[in-house]
């Protein structure tokens, strides 16, 4: 299962961030799909997760500000009123079934700079 992400790059602060991802392959469901973040010298974290009930998840660093959404093989994350604190790699991750087996997928990640 590939995955292509769209978005990040640089935000001025008190803006927003759009981030989606999209899921090719030989996808026969998904479970659930998200967006994690890691910052330099931290453990990379939860943004957000929804899954294929639509039941969602937020991270604590984030709640309020995020908002998690998903159509077919595509989950968009938008961020409002981003702060240098959220500067960091984010990677979409999506979990499911294919074929034969439960697959696990990460994005190869998308720099996310919130500067002025």
């Known amino acids: 299962v590939q995955l292509q992400a769209s978005g990040g790059g640089l935000v001025q602060p008190g803006g927003y961030l759009r981030l989606s991802c999209t899921a090719s392959g030989e996808i026969v469901s998904i479970d659930d799909m998200g967006w994690y973040r890691q910052a330099p010298g931290k453990q990379r974290e939860l943004v957000a997760v929804i899954g294929s009930s639509g039941h969602k998840i937020y991270g604590d660093s984030v709640k309020g500000r995020v908002t998690i959404s998903s159509a077919q093989n595509t989950v968009s994350l938008q961020m409002n009123s981003v702060n240098t604190e959220d500067t960091a790699v984010y990677y979409c991750?999506?979990?499911?079934?294919?074929?034969?087996?439960?697959?696990?997928?990460w994005g190869q990640g998308t720099q996310v700079t919130v500067s002025s």
């Open positions: 991750n999506v979990k499911g079934e294919m074929t034969w087996r439960p697959f696990d997928s």
